[in-house]
């Protein structure tokens, strides 16, 4: 029996390298919170968020992939099924990154829609997870 299809496995590949850009990111936060870079309370909030989401989400798109096996969910749904909540973890975590970054910011700019685009792919995404797991 196999465990995970071949698409599930090499996602799954790319999500545990991935998680290794969000350990060197911890590094980055690690030197906002010892004042080695300077940063309004704005940006610091943003850096915290962002990292916490990329985090959370790329262990949530592993967690998905054998249930994604377990739907038989193939095409669109099935894409999004299997794939949506790994560009969430990009767009989310790159929303709260890119809308803070410039001296002294201490509000977003454009880049926040990332965030909520991102937050409505995720939610779309695992709708089509848990019906496909239902039905």
Known sequence: MELLSSESQVLAG??????????SGGLYLMRLVRGKDQVTPFQMSFAR?????AGVLLVLA???QPYVDATG???VLGWLARSGVAV?????????F????????TQPNGF????FLGAALLAV????????LLL
């Not at 999500?15 to 350990?23: D, N």
């Not at 995404?125 to 496909?132: A, C, I, K």
């Open 73 to 75: 969910l193939d095409g």
């Open 98 to 105: 890119f809308s803070s970054m410039g001296k002294g910011r």
């Open 62 to 64: 592993l967690v998905c």
């Open 49 to 53: 968020a962002g990292h916490a989401h």
């Open 112 to 115: 926040i829609v990332m965030v």
């Open 125 to 132: 995404s695992l709708t089509s997870l848990g019906l496909g």
């Open 14 to 23: 790319i999500l545990f390298l991935a998680l290794v850009t969000v350990e």
């Open 88 to 96: 969430a973890a990009l767009l989310m975590p790159g929303g709260f």
